[in-house]
């Protein structure tokens, strides 16, 4: 699956109905945001199981703005309608990788028992 652009009119349900959410805040005019979507784009073609999607913090300023972003690129990830991750900065691709393989191994229920 590619990556989808998502607004603040899909965003909870994408993040609710979906095992695992990845999401790209970007903008246009960011240089590293340029340089982490291709990135993305190939992490996204290689887990066709999960959710890529990518919110344009310009036209989504309320989203951004609720999800506390302050920096970007910021990569976002949700586990099940939670969110496990948050960080600003571009990644390189085996760092998107090893984060992948965290969020899949998570167990919520032991987490949110310590």
Not at 73 to 88: D, E
Request: glycine letters at 4%.
């Amino acid at each position: 699956m590619a990556t989808r652009a998502i607004t603040s009119a899909d965003f909870e349900k994408t993040v609710t109905d979906n095992d695992i959410v990845l999401v790209d805040f970007w903008a246009t005019w960011c240089g590293p945001c340029k340089a982490f979507g291709p990135v993305f784009e190939a992490a996204s073609e290689a887990n066709p199981d999960i959710v890529f999607a990518k919110v344009d913090i310009d036209q989504n300023q309320d989203l951004a703005a609720a999800a506390g972003i302050s920096a970007v690129p910021t990569l976002m990830i949700a586990k099940k309608g939670q969110i496990i991750f948050k960080q600003a900065g571009a990644l390189r691709a085996a760092d998107l990788d090893d984060l992948i393989a965290q969020a899949r191994k998570l167990d919520l229920n032991a987490a949110n028992a310590e």
